[in-house]
């Protein structure tokens, strides 16, 4: 019903940046929150950053300063601009949406990109 479809991952050294871009498409009525997580190997995923519909935003404390979430609520697009990436940054990163979809039964709900893969080196 929702597919969200992440790009912008890659390889960088400790330092640079990269922008991630997640696009939601489907029987979207309204998006709610939208955000970004990450899991690196045998770790949990964690929460990255979140946006609201309003703009609200809300930051792992690892990434305040350096990370930036935004979206465009015309293109159902919410990005990550990442600045000054450690090694530590590097995971798969997965986007999420929580949306209110139409159909037969429309209703709410959490949906998940296949995630982009993030490598900082040293």
Do not use: H
């Amino acid at each position: 019903q929702v597919q969200l479809v992440e790009s912008g991952g890659g390889l960088v050294q400790a330092g640079g940046s990269l922008r991630l871009s997640c696009a939601a498409s489907g029987r979207i009525f309204s998006i709610n929150a939208m955000g970004w997580y990450r899991q690196a190997p045998g770790k949990q995923r964690e929460l990255v950053a979140t946006i609201t519909s309003g703009g609200t935003t809300n930051y792992a404390d690892s990434v305040k300063g350096r990370f930036t979430i935004s979206r465009d609520n015309a293109k159902n697009t919410v990005y990550l601009q990442m600045n000054s990436l450690k090694p530590e940054d590097t995971a798969d990163y997965y986007c999420n949406a929580r949306v209110f979809v139409v159909g037969r039964t429309s209703t709410w709900g959490d949906y998940w990109g296949q995630g982009t893969q993030v490598t900082v080196s040293s």
